[in-house]
């Protein structure tokens, strides 16, 4: 599986970016891909997370992290295998590298790093 994330660039305050990822070789019926991000001399953090199930045909369910609640949304084109990051209303606190990450079956642990196996290389996000 190859991640590569685009969209990424300065902004002032209140303004809007989209970030994108690209996937290959997402073979799983059942997956799970998050954005998380790290700011300088902070942890990485889960921003938000989409989860594609399978019960006779695909449906999709959405995570966020209270801080991007109402201001960012999570989507999935799956005929592109292409993964979305609409930020709205940002904020300097936003500032930081933004990363694609995935892997199979459930987001129950959506926000936790560790059990991603699969990451992009980062793209930076400055407000």
């Known amino acids: 599986v190859q991640l590569v994330e685009s969209g990424g660039g300065s902004v002032q305050t209140g303004g809007s970016l989209r970030l994108s990822c690209a996937a290959s070789?997402?073979?799983?019926?059942?997956?799970?891909m998050g954005w998380f991000r790290q700011a300088p001399g902070k942890e990485r953090e889960g921003v938000a997370a989409i989860y594609t199930g399978y019960n006779g045909f695909s449906y999709h369910s959405t995570y966020y992290a209270d801080s991007v609640k109402g201001r960012f949304t999570v989507s999935q084109d799956s005929a592109k295998n292409t993964l979305h990051l609409e930020m709205n209303s940002l904020k300097p606190k936003d500032t930081a590298i933004y990363f694609c990450a995935a892997k199979a079956g459930d987001c129950y642990r959506w926000a936790e790093e560790r059990d991603f196996g699969y990451w992009g290389q980062g793209t930076q996000v400055t407000v």
């Open positions: 070789g997402m073979t799983y019926r059942r997956s799970c």
